[in-house]
């Protein structure tokens, strides 16, 4: 068995309180490997994005741990927080979530920006990832002119810009048509699975499910079971 | 960091203008403000203005500026001249008489007496005619000080000294050579005078300090102000103090003496206190517009800065940015809001006589205000950054 990227246990997290309480989780226990592309998936409001959430740092689980790459997020502070998904977790958007006003090599350099290095390192780098993913030719180009396959590959870049060891892909595909949707899957997993680093995909996609080495199945705040697949895309 | 933020700023294309323009409206509504008051204020102290060659000006200790006036002995200005320091002192009496027009109509003027000697305080006559005309028997010069269609006479001859008034007859501007009639004395105009226009605005009769005794309204004392000319070895301050212990009268330097006037508008002048709502519409109104504009294109951006978070931003790295951002819009704007006013102040002073002056305080008050209100309303939007949900970045939140 790999070590493990992700492993949380018994999460629970409800939203509102009283009459209106929302469970989202109800004991959550998940495992992700190093070097795994897990796909979560489950119909709305079975409490994907919250465990996803929670992973990310993003959110408090109200109990349960959740440790990620070997550190307990609990521990961390809301700075610690912050310099952790910069350097260990990459995002991947359904929306993309571009800064529409930045050139293609500007949002990849973002996160290498945020985590202080120089401009020239970042851009250099960025234009290097822009290639990877086959955009050199619009590296500077507003991203808000590009078409939505290309804002989903400057988003991969983006989220690998820091070589970070856990990617977090909140539907990736849903945005996309069914042709650009697979090759957005071949190009994640030829740049993104390597082997010290996890991959969690939420998606509603079944097209999508042969890229997965495992699939997690969730329903009404619980991973109702967990498949390995034989045979990948 | 600021770089993007600056990128994030610019690339709102028009939304981007409109803050700029607002925050410019803002600007230019404080500095022309402030700038119509300074210029009412200058106007106030005009007749300081006029008399450039006085360093130290003498009055009776009651008076506290060039509108609130009472006079003194004239046994004062032989006190002030024996004074050690003083150069040269010369009296000016300053009085309010009707002024009769030929034709019967009357207009309330300031009659200015300079001293007939030096005819210190006269300022140049239209036309280069000498100053020295005003030597002339009866011979006085008149200003609109600031007023229009005050200063008209009758146009025919056959109007003039009627024995009834023919009040609704055609007129024309008084000219050189008209005659007016102050108190039942007859004056003769000699000219027209170059002089600073008035706050409240008033017609002038500018005449020798004998001549003004003549047509006032008799009064105990004629003599209003001394202007005293300090020697090369003394300061103005220096003097001034010397003269106020010597005689007992109040002795201010020119600087003081413009302060004192303008203290006492903002303390007396209703005027004043309309211009002083005029300031705080303009302050709100443009807080108003300043605030909402900024608070309204951090709350536009939030989505990205709920990005940023994600990706590792920290808090105090998104409000530098939101500052950065606020900064350079308060910056920009405020330098063509202040450009704006300094034009539009500029030709509706030359073209429209428009008091309008634009001091020092005026672009920094102006510009200091709208920098801290920008910072202060991006601080506030940045608020909503913080309270942002984190995992609102995700479709399902």
């Known amino acids: ?112 920006l945020i985590a202080g290095r120089s401009r020239k390192y970042a851009e250099l780098r960025a234009a290097d990832l822009a290639e990877r993913v086959g955009l050199s030719e619009r590296r500077d180009a507003p991203s ?22 856990l990617l977090i892909c909140d539907e990736p595909t849903s945005s996309l048509d069914h042709e650009t949707g697979q090759s957005m899957m071949e190009l994640l997993q030829r740049e993104a699975k390597v082997p010290d680093r996890a991959v969690i995909v939420v998606t509603h996609d079944p097209r999508i499910f042969g890229f997965a080495d495992r699939i997690a199945r969730m329903d009404d705040g619980r991973i109702v079971s967990a498949e390995e697949m034989s045979v990948n895309a | 960091m600021l770089r993007i933020a600056v990128k994030m700023l610019i690339g709102k294309g028009a939304k981007y203008i409109g803050l700029l323009l607002g925050i410019a409206f803002t600007s230019f509504l404080i500095a022309f403000a402030l700038s119509y008051l300074a210029g009412f204020m200058t106007r106030g102290f005009a007749l300081i203005s006029e008399n450039p060659q006085a360093d130290v000006w003498i009055m009776d200790p009651a008076v506290d500026s060039t509108e609130h006036m009472t006079n003194m002995p004239v046994l004062a200005l032989q006190r002030v001249r024996s ?55 009866d011979a006085a010069a008149v200003s609109a000080g600031g007023t229009k269609g005050k200063l008209q006479t009758p146009l025919l001859r056959a109007d003039q000294w009627p024995r009834r008034p023919h009040l609704d007859v055609p007129t024309r501007r008084l000219r050189r050579g008209d005659v007016v009639l102050v108190n039942g004395h007859r004056v003769r105009i000699v000219g027209l005078v170059e002089s600073l226009p008035r706050y409240p605005p ?69 005027d004043v206190g309309d211009m002083a709502s005029m300031i705080w519409i303009a302050l709100l109104v443009g807080f108003g517009v300043t605030g909402v504009m900024l608070y309204m294109f951090t709350e536009e951006t939030l989505g990205q800065y709920a990005v940023l978070n994600a990706m590792g931003a920290t808090p105090r790295m998104l409000l530098g940015m939101i500052l950065a951002q606020a900064g350079i819009c308060a910056v920009l704007g405020t330098g063509i809001g202040l450009g704006m006013c300094a034009v539009v102040g500029r030709m509706a002073a030359s073209e429209a006589d428009y008091p309008f002056r634009m001091m020092w305080f005026s672009p920094l008050a102006s510009a200091g205000l709208v920098i801290v209100v920008s910072l202060v309303a991006a601080a506030i939007s940045a608020r909503a950054v913080f309270k942002l949900a984190p995992a609102s970045v995700f479709a399902g939140r």
């Open chain 1, 1 to 112: 068995m790999p070590p493990l990227a992700v492993h949380c246990h018994s999460l629970t997290k409800t939203y509102g309180s009283g009459e209106a309480a929302v469970p989202a989780l109800r004991g959550v226990n998940l495992d992700v490997a190093r070097g795994e592309l897990l796909m979560l998936v489950g119909p709305s409001g079975c409490g994907k994005t919250s465990l996803i959430s929670i992973i990310a740092t993003l959110a408090d689980p109200d109990s349960g741990t959740c440790e990620v790459l070997g550190q307990d997020v609990a521990q961390l502070d809301a700075l610690g927080r912050a310099r952790f998904r910069n350097q260990a977790v990459g995002f991947v958007f359904q929306v993309f979530n571009l800064l529409p006003t930045l050139t293609v090599v500007e949002n990849i350099a973002v996160p290498m």
């Open chain 1, 144 to 165: 808000r002119e590009l078409s939505g396959g290309q804002q989903q590959r400057v988003a991969i870049a983006r989220a690998l810009a820091c070589e970070p060891r």
């Open chain 2, 83 to 137: 004074i050690e320091g003083v150069q040269s002192a010369v009296p000016l009496a300053v009085g309010t008489t009707d002024v009769h027009f030929p034709n019967g109509q009357f207009q309330s003027f300031e009659v200015i007496g300079v001293d007939g000697a030096t005819l210190s305080g006269l300022p140049p006559l239209r036309g280069n005619l000498s100053r020295t005309v005003l030597r002339t028997p």
């Open chain 2, 202 to 270: 008033r017609p002038l009769l500018y005449t020798t300090y004998a001549n003004a005794d003549r047509i006032l309204p008799p009064e105990e004392h004629r003599l209003t102000f001394i202007l005293a000319k300090a020697a090369p070895s003394v300061s103005p301050d220096t003097l001034a103090k010397r003269i106020a212990a010597r005689t007992g009268l109040r002795a201010r330097t020119v600087a003081q003496f413009k302060t004192d006037t303008v203290r006492w508008f903002l303390l007396n002048s209703e």
